[in-house]
């Protein structure tokens, strides 16, 4: 149990003070951002003596994460763990409609053009190093998923304590649709879902809502999103760094769902049946052989998906999730970045760039895809993706031994 020290200042500049609650109503918001950034902070942050809520303040691009926001959220979190009275931490998104849409990859694709990488693999490094913290940390940790979580969104969510979804939760992992990987963790927590649902929504991008998150385990609670105001001052009350006492309050405000008849969970005989195959040519394959003369719409639906994916990226991000389910968050982590480092370069292939263009940019949904079709993606371009990096810059280094003695 923490110690009550009220009215302590620490060195990131918040306030320690009592009687705050996260609602923001008797609140205290600092403007986290450093000198030079946009007037608008990034990043806000409410808290209680006890605790703390980093809020993502990017609403108008449905808080996508840029290098500076997961900087601040990183120094901001090393401070409030080593702080002996912050018990429990809290992060949820601005303006009602997103927590996170992923990366800001339009951003990246502009420093990609203007020939700066390095800032590129920078970004990717940090929330690499996010996600490892947050999927490390020694307090409670509690993501209020109330809106769109994909991308990197879920990669500084998913591997924390607890993740709250509403009926406004929209989960995916779109990445192969813009000839990327699922990355910032995906590798790790998609391979550990039940049977072979990891690799469906890793290759299809398909979306979960808050009720199936719960189910696959991805979420730990469920709550309708008028409640998501109540669990903030339920928990800005808690002085505590104790997980099972955050989770008792976190039950008090929470629902038993299912999911709908037409939800993909209700179909995982038949995602087990094919996406265990072995290749991506013999996944697709099953799935147009049970398609046969069936009027499904799940079938011509996730067939569609991944005939529009980069060939590449769905064979790539296929042996991710296969080494992923035997191998640690850092582990992982450590792999995914080879890959993004190797995508970045494009020796092999600009799919990664080309399916930004198409689908974010231009917007003409025609990506040209290199190489073009699957029989045409040789095994030695996909294992380079997973080469440790020489040429393309330095292995990914995370803090593990200083982190996970204490785990």
């Known amino acids: 149990m923490l ?15 009592s009687g705050m609650a996260f609602n923001g109503r008797r609140s205290v918001a600092m403007l986290a951002q450093a000198d030079g950034e946009a007037e608008i902070p990034e990043v806000l942050v409410v808290g209680t003596g006890f605790n703390r809520m980093a809020i993502l303040n990017r609403p108008s691009v449905l808080n996508a994460l840029s290098t500076s926001m997961v900087q601040k959220l990183h120094k901001l979190y090393q401070a409030w763990e080593d702080h002996p009275d912050i018990g429990l931490v809290v992060t949820k998104g601005a303006g009602g409609r997103s927590f996170s849409a992923g990366g800001d990859v339009r951003r990246i694709y502009r420093l990609a053009n203007q020939g700066k990488l390095e800032e590129c693999k920078d970004f990717f490094n940090k929330i ?19 809106g769109l979580t994909m991308g990197g969104g879920a990669g500084i969510s998913v591997p924390g304590t607890f993740r709250v979804a509403t009926e406004k939760t929209v989960f995916s992992t779109p990445e192969t649709q813009i000839g990327f990987h699922p990355d910032a963790g995906a590798s790790y927590f998609l391979s550990h879902l ?21 189910v696959a385990g991805l979420a730990t609670h469920f709550s309708v999103s008028a409640r998501i105001g109540w669990i903030e001052e339920r928990l800005g009350t808690l002085i ?7 989770e008792t309050a976190l039950d008090e405000y929470s629902d038993v769902v299912y999911p709908d008849t037409e939800s993909a969970l209700r179909r995982m005989d038949a995602i087990d049946r094919c996406f265990s195959e072995e290749t991506v040519e013999d996944i697709l394959c099953a799935l147009e052989a049970e398609a046969s ?9 996730t067939i569609g998906k991944l005939k529009g994916a980069s060939p590449l990226s769905l064979k790539v991000t296929l042996k991710s999730i296969r080494e992923g389910r035997f191998q640690s968050l850092n582990e992982c982590l450590v792999r995914e970045y080879r890959t993004t480092c190797h995508a970045l370069s494009n020796k092999i292939s600009g799919d990664f760039f080309e399916g930004v263009r198409a689908r974010l940019i231009d917007k003409d949904y025609s990506p040209k895809w290199d190489p073009p079709c699957l029989e045409q993606v040789s095994r030695e371009a996909v294992n380079h993706y997973f080469s440790p990096l020489v040429e393309d810059g330095q292995d990914l280094e995370l803090p593990v031994k200083q982190r996970e003695a204490y785990i």
């Open 293 to 301: 003369g069936q009027n499904d719409e799940w079938y011509m639906k």
């Open 128 to 146: 690499y190093h996010l996600t490892y913290l947050v999927g490390t940390y020694l307090k409670p940790h509690v993501a209020l998923l109330d």
């Open 240 to 246: 505590t760094d104790d997980p099972s006492v955050v």
């Open 3 to 17: 110690k009550p020290r009220l009215g302590k200042s620490v060195s990131n500049g918040v306030f320690m003070g």
């Open 194 to 214: 039940p049977g072979h649902l990891g690799e469906y929504l890793a290759l299809t991008g398909a979306h979960l809502n808050g009720a199936e998150m719960l």
